[in-house]
């Protein structure tokens, strides 16, 4: 974490991961168009017609689908930028977002890892699930947590490769989960804060919700489990 000692400021570049969402990823590029954003790079997860963007976005296609964990690092390792902004494809910055000055939190705060958005719906609303503590409440103020959501998160990328990003065997569920815990074992902060705002609105396009989904889940909740608890309290908590 000692690229906050340096004298020059912080770079952030902004890393989407797409599939079959043409005109969701639209409005999440566009609202990246923001003082702070270096650059904005998107991955074309395999969409079944292939994601156009404007000439300054750095689209790289996938002949697969990777999922978000390997979408996620394969962005990345595409980065030269000192912190990552991750954004999902249907989620969008809010438009008076200061980057700027999320930037300077870590530059304030070299044990900084991740920063954890405010995520809400159109009509401001925030799903539980969503909200990087298990109450949503204290919504105003910045804290300490214990995790983040995916949706839009900025990461440290000297924390992020070090820990050698997210771990590719989660496709999906439960990623960001594992990172979490993986970033407090080393070491490194989590923070809350409602100045970091995205709006969600969750797309069915190119969302898998077969039976398959929930196997993945359970899959990936058992990994989880079994590697952070204790035998006894991990066939309890299963």
Same mark, same amino acid.
Not at 54 to 66: M, T
């Given at each position: 974490?000692?690229?906050?000692?340096?004298?020059?400021?912080?770079?952030?570049?902004?890393?989407?991961?797409?599939?079959?969402?043409?005109?969701?990823?639209?409005?999440?590029?566009?609202?990246?168009?923001?003082?702070?954003?270096?650059?904005?790079?998107?991955?074309?997860?395999?969409?079944?017609?292939?994601?156009?963007?404007?000439? &300054? *976005?750095?689209? #790289?296609?996938?002949?697969?689908?990777? /999922?978000?964990?390997? @979408?996620?690092?394969?962005?990345? +390792?595409? !980065?030269?930028?000192?912190?990552?902004?991750?954004?999902?494809?249907?989620?969008?910055?809010?438009?008076?977002?200061?980057?700027?000055?999320?930037?300077?939190?870590?530059?304030?705060?070299?044990?900084?890892?991740?920063?954890?958005?405010?995520?809400?719906?159109?009509?401001?609303?925030?799903?539980?699930?969503?909200?990087?503590?298990? &109450? *949503?409440?204290? #919504?105003?103020?910045?804290?300490?947590? /214990?995790?983040?959501? @995916?949706?839009?998160?900025?990461? +440290?990328? !000297?924390?992020?490769?070090?820990?050698?990003?997210?771990?590719?065997?989660?496709?999906?569920?439960?990623?960001?989960?594992?990172?979490?815990?993986?970033?407090?074992?080393?070491?490194?902060?989590?923070?809350?804060?409602?100045?970091?705002?995205?709006?969600?609105?969750?797309?069915?396009?190119?969302?898998?919700?077969?039976?398959?989904?929930?196997?993945?889940?359970?899959?990936?909740?058992?990994?989880?489990?079994?590697?952070?608890?204790?035998?006894?309290?991990?066939?309890?908590?299963?």
């Amino acid at each position: 974490m000692d690229d906050s000692k340096s004298n020059n400021p912080l770079t952030l570049d902004a890393l989407i991961v797409c599939y079959n969402r043409q005109l969701e990823v639209e409005l999440a590029v566009d609202s990246c168009s923001v003082i702070g954003v270096r650059r904005v790079y998107v991955l074309d997860n395999a969409s079944d017609v292939p994601v156009v963007l404007q000439p &300054k *976005v750095s689209l #790289i296609r996938s002949h697969e689908n990777l /999922g978000p964990s390997n @979408g996620r690092n394969t962005l990345a +390792r595409e !980065s030269s930028a000192d912190l990552l902004l991750f954004l999902d494809d249907d989620a969008e910055l809010s438009a008076n977002i200061d980057i700027p000055r999320l930037i300077e939190e870590f530059e304030l705060d070299p044990n900084l890892a991740i920063l954890a958005s405010l995520a809400t719906r159109d009509d401001g609303k925030i799903a539980k699930h969503e909200f990087p503590a298990r &109450k *949503v409440q204290e #919504i105003e103020r910045p804290r300490e947590v /214990g995790y983040f959501v @995916g949706c839009g998160f900025i990461i +440290r990328t !000297s924390v992020f490769k070090g820990l050698k990003g997210f771990d590719q065997s989660f496709f999906y569920a439960h990623e960001e989960t594992d990172l979490s815990l993986r970033v407090a074992l080393a070491g490194g902060r989590i923070t809350y804060n409602p100045a970091f705002q995205v709006t969600h609105r969750p797309s069915t396009h190119g969302r898998d919700l077969t039976a398959r989904n929930f196997s993945r889940q359970m899959r990936n909740r058992k990994i989880l489990t079994w590697r952070n608890l204790p035998r006894p309290i991990s066939y309890f908590h299963l």
